[in-house]
């Protein structure tokens, strides 16, 4: 089984994990919409195999590194996921029922 990516998607694909990206009141509804397709994508194989293949990009990494990467791995979970996915929604949702002029905004690290 391979795992799904963003690549498809007209904006989650643009989320910057290390910039910003500012999503406009166009855009935000098909963000929306993708982030709920997300829900049935969050299952116990496909975290599984997203720790895995992130576990082992970190098998180079320095070992202080390396065990910080471990821990906090360890602690998600599909339930953990899908709680800060609805909360995305939410908050998405309510830039869209803002109306013009509201944007959201993902700063990354």
Not at 68 to 74: H, K, S, T, Y
Request: charged content about 25%; some cysteine; overall charge negative.
């Amino acid at each position: 089984m391979t795992l799904p990516t963003v690549e498809t998607t007209a904006c989650l694909r643009f989320v910057d994990a290390y910039g910003e990206t500012v999503f406009d009141r166009l855009q935000m509804p098909v963000l929306n919409e993708e982030l709920k397709a997300l829900r049935p994508v969050i299952t116990a194989e496909t975290l599984r195999l997203a720790k895995q293949r992130y576990l082992e990009r970190a098998s180079t990494w320095p070992v202080a590194a390396r065990a910080m990467a471990g821990e906090i791995v360890e602690g998600l979970s599909v339930e953990l996921l899908h709680a800060h996915l609805e909360q995305l929604i939410r908050f998405v949702s309510d830039g869209i029922a803002a109306g013009t002029h509201h944007y959201i905004r993902f700063v990354g690290d």
